[in-house]
Structures are given as structure tokens and as C-alpha cells.
């Protein structure tokens, strides 16, 4: 059995000294980069710690033991070791708690996910041989589950540091699992930390409020290869041609767009009822053109990532469904709701970047989207606001009364006072409600010359939907 702690810690010094301290550092390297050096490992891990950082987390058996010797800092020891058949590679084995248990660190972290562990290895075998050495475990899990799981087989304290990298968390979204902390706080008595894509301060202060004892945070504050990464996609400049398509309930549009956002031509025909035979039409565009990105504008709820429309109203038929990624797979491509890309568009302008900006499209049906200083509002899988499904006092809702579909292309004048009076309230409702710096109206009904309202129109005009597609390719925001 190797050797036992010089000066071992118990769970509760461990959650008081979280308690005085509740941010973690991570201090490890991207593969390959320069920083992975113990040096400069250390150096790192000293300037956390001489701004009041009391934990490390770090990673590797010469890691450890330097930084530890030199700092004299709690730590949290883990070795990351693939090993062919299994996807566990945080302390997966005897041999590598072993190793640890060698360092002198006071806890050590490993998978504690459900997934079968190389060469046979039960978890509860792990953690026990842990305990008999006088060290607290940490299991790193990916949800309610496993973390449950890792308790009743003796660990001391739980992370949510594999949340959105396995299978079973692969919808968590791009940002901090709140949700999956929150389940376990709310369940659990053992310690809890949060782990996994926290960027800024204002999550860090989130989880803790949602319950975490600690938040553990490695590459924004201690890998300049992610965050030279995240700045690098955020200032990345297109070089070729774009294809933006906008899916309405009328029209099926595709236009062409050179690298610094100027409109070439566009190609239209009456909206397929079918799904195939909008990806067919969508395919032969591209492939006309010879284009390698597209960014589509659609109604409905669709999911970034996925590129799979979860919902959808009748106004583009047979839409509920569709999957983009599939139908698109030999192409790269962006995509959202029509009025979350095209509010995007205009927040990409120069009068409008950096400010909240809300963008109001009254089409065939009621579009809206709100871009606040650079960040899209939507939810985890491309929900948009519903500004359409307001409920009016009558019983109707604004896109009953203002979508082009229930207007017609030639309204009567007592259709056009109601519109009139209703968009006023829609306008209203957002400034009130979002309180942008500015709205911007867009869509059929909204550029119209009978609206009235003294709201600014979409510089884009009629094309609005197109443009904000082409900004979903030509400008990250993701």
C-alpha cells in the first residue's frame, strides 16, 4: 500500500477551507503546448495562489509533486491516461491512484461516470484504497446519476467536470451545466463543486448561488491556448463567398453573399411543401455556386447544434422535423430562427454592434429576436422569445393579427388600424419589457408605408432575412 498523507485533510476542513476560499484552480496545459512545462505550470499555479486561490487542481505525477513542494497548496491530483475500449480517462485505474496516492495530494479526482472503466476496474474498489492511504476522494461526474452513484460508494465530494462531454450530457449546451448543478445540489449533502466551460465571473457567482461549495476553473484562467482559441474564432475574418437561405411561409430564398457581406444575387421560387424538396433546391444553390458555407434564416425552433427543427407552426408545412446536419452534411452551415438570425444581422452593423438591440420582423408571420451587446438570446436548443404568441385582450394573439397570413397583401383600412394599434403595443411590450437601446422593425408588414410607427425600418430592407442568414456564416456568435 503506498504511503499515507504527512498531513491529511477530512471533508469538513476541506469545506471550510472552501468556505474561505471557494475558487479553484486548474492548473494544466492543452496537449502540446508550450505552457506544459512544470516550470511554468508553477508559476501559473503561484499567480492563482498570490490572488487568493488556496486549491489546486492539477494534473500529472511531476506536476504535482513540484508545484505542492514549492506552493505548499491543497491539491487536487488527478492523471489523465487513455487506454483502448474505454472513454474514462481521469484516474481510471489502480495504477494511476497509486501514483497519486505518491504525491502527497490531499484529494484525488477521477470519472466517477457511469461508463465501464478500463482493465475491470470498479470505482468502489478506487475509492476505498483511497480512504485506506488517508485521502479524500472527488468524484468528477456528468449528472444526477452518477454523482448519486459515486456517494453511495464512499466518495467524499462530487464535480460536475464531465457535464456535456459524454453521451449522456451531449445536449448540455456550450456554457457551465447549470442545470445538472443544480439537480445535484439540490439532492446531495457531500460538498459540490462546479466544473467545466465557466468563461466569466457573473457564472461563477450563478453557481454558487445555485448551491456549489467551489468552483474549479482551468483554461479561462490558465491556458492561453483556449483563450487565444475562443479570441481567435471571435476576430476570424471569411475569405470566400457565402450562401444565406431564409425558409418563409411564402418564399424559399437563396442569394449569395461576398466575404465582406455584399449582396450578389438572389434565387427564389414559391416555398416546397416538402421537406426533401427544399433540401434538393437548397443543395443545387450551393453546388451552383460553389459554395462550402451556408447560413439559413427558418421559422420554427431550430437547434444549433444539431441543425434538427423541434417545433413549428403550419406556416411552412412539414417542417417539424427536418434535419438540417443530415440534409447538409457535405456542407459547413449556421442556423437559426428567422428572427433570432435576423436580429443578428442587424446587431453585426456598425451603427448597431455592442448595443441591446431587439429586432421586430412582421412577415407572413411575427418574428423577433433581442441581441444583447453580442450575445443572442435564445435558449439552450435555439428557443426564440415569442413575442408572436402575446396574448392581445381580445383573445388573439400579435401574430394572429399582425402576420402577413392573417393580413393579406391588400388589408382593409379597419385591418390596417387594428394592426396599427397592436403593433404599437408589440413595440412598446419589447422597450418596456427588454429595454434595448433600439428597435428595429423588418418584414412585409413592417416596412410597410401604412404602419406608421416611428421605429427604425431594417437597413437591410426587404432582405433583412437573407442578410442576418449570411451574418450567421460570416460572423461567429456562437
Known sequence: MPNTAAHPMNVVQFRDLLRTAPLIASVQASPESPVDDPSTLLKLAQASLNNGVRILRLEGVENIRRIKTITGA??????????????????????????????????????????????????????????????????????????????????DMVSTTLAGYTEATANVGSGPAMEILRQICAEVQAPVLAEGRFTVPREVRSAMCIGADGIVIGGALNDPVKQTNAFVRASRQVTQPVMAVDIGGTWLRAALFSPDWQLQKIEKVALPATRDDRFDWIRTRAEEWNIEHVGISSGGTIDPRTGVVTESKDIIPNHEGSNFSVALHRLKWSILNDGLATAWGHACLPQFAGRRVATIALGTGVGFGFVDRGQILMGPHGEYPRLNDVVLPGGQTIEEVLGGATLTIHPSEAQKEIAREVARVAVSFVQNAMMPDTVVLCGGVGLSDWLGLDVPTSPFGEHAGLYGAAALALFPWG
Open 74 to 155: 491543497v491539491v487536487i491530483g488527478l492523471i489523465k491516461k487513455e487506454y483502448p475500449g474505454s472513454k474514462v480517462y481521469i484516474t481510471p485505474t489502480v495504477a494511476e491512484v497509486d501514483a497519486l496516492l505518491e504525491t502527497g495530494c490531499e484529494v484525488i479526482a477521477l470519472d466517477a461516470t457511469l461508463r465501464d472503466r478500463p482493465e475491470r476496474a470498479f470505482l468502489g474498489d478506487l475509492i476505498d484504497r483511497i480512504h485506506a492511504a488517508g485521502r479524500l476522494v472527488l468524484a468528477d461526474c456528468d449528472t444526477l446519476a452518477s454523482a448519486s452513484a459515486a456517494l453511495r460508494l464512499g466518495a
